[in-house]
């Protein structure tokens, strides 16, 4: 619609990049779609090959090479949240339940061990818990999942997506 009248030209930078299909939430909802798709029919067939059952998992927010939070990172990592709990093929532990026990155990994000996973898993009754990273290789953001199993420590299932590197993304990522 704005495009088309010849006034889109004269908007203001900042509210070009909230119409901009690089930086809007269905740009975001379609990229963590595809991921949790991805995850989704991997997990499926696991179940059906080891009769593992996964009923409930808890998603960490995504790390930076540093082994660092970003804002992307606990966005994307909502999206991927959300499209889980549209998908039902889960349940979801409440964030808020997943840091606190994280705290409780002295659990840190870039830095978990089996045994911290199997802590986890028993204390929120989980059977996996999907972690990732987002990756600034220059021309794109590269983001990789991985489903792991808290018995084990294997990895079960992984996915992932590129993100177009726009100003909107790179700045969030080098938030904190």
Do not use: W
Not at 52 to 75: C, M, P, Q, T, W
Not at 79 to 108: A, C, Q
Request: charged share 30%; glycine share 6%.
């Amino acid at each position: 619609m704005l495009s088309g009248c010849g006034t889109f030209s004269l908007l203001s930078d900042g509210i070009k990049k909230v119409f901009d299909s690089k930086t809007n939430t269905r740009y975001y909802e379609k990229k963590s779609r595809f991921i949790v798709n991805q995850l989704i029919d991997q997990i499926e067939i696991e179940e059906e090959s080891s009769n593992f059952i996964i009923n409930k998992v808890a998603v960490l927010d995504l790390v930076d090479r540093k082994g660092k939070v970003s804002e992307l990172g606990r966005y994307i990592s909502l999206k991927i949240v959300n499209e889980i709990s549209k998908n039902k093929h889960f349940r979801l532990v409440p964030r808020r339940d997943l840091l606190n026990t994280m705290n409780r155990f002295g659990i840190e994000l870039n830095n978990i061990e089996v045994s911290a996973l199997r802590e986890l898993g028993e204390a929120l009754e989980i059977e996996v818990i999907i972690a990732g990273r987002i990756i600034d290789i220059g021309t794109n953001l590269d983001v990789n999942v991985k489903s792991i199993d808290i018995r084990t420590g294997e990895i079960i299932a992984s996915a992932s997506e590129s993100l177009v590197r726009s100003d909107f993304a790179t700045e969030m990522l080098q938030k904190y």
